[in-house]
């Protein structure tokens, strides 16, 4: 799958999926957009997949997801955010707190 450029997870469900192990012969290195709609992807595997796995992610798809907060305090000191993603799609979790969308502008570059 080296050549993988989309990539559409939709509603599976990935809420019990683990973080790939460092070291993983796993290369998306051409993925450009990601779809995780309705996985429940926590935040941690989210930001080992872009940070380890695909580090070229321009567009990524986090709608319905049920998220009422940004983890962004449990990522790994190593991880830089998602500096790559340019779109975002979040809508349809349940996020009440401005200071929550305020962290996506922490973890991605707009």
């Given at each position: ?45 989210l ?33 830089k ?30």
């Amino acid at each position: 799958m080296p050549d993988l450029k989309f990539c559409n997870l939709g509603f599976n469900d990935l809420s019990e999926a683990n973080v790939v192990t460092p070291g993983s012969s796993v290369s998306l290195k051409k993925l450009t957009t990601l779809i995780l709609v309705g996985t429940k992807v926590h935040f941690k595997m989210l930001s080992y997949i872009l940070n380890h796995m695909a580090p070229c992610v321009e567009e990524l798809h986090l709608s319905l997801n049920e998220y009422s907060r940004v983890e962004h305090e449990h990522l790994n000191e190593t991880d830089k955010g998602f500096p790559t993603v340019t779109k975002l799609m979040f809508n349809g979790n349940c996020v009440r707190d401005w200071c929550e969308l305020g962290k996506l502008g922490q973890l991605v570059s707009f």
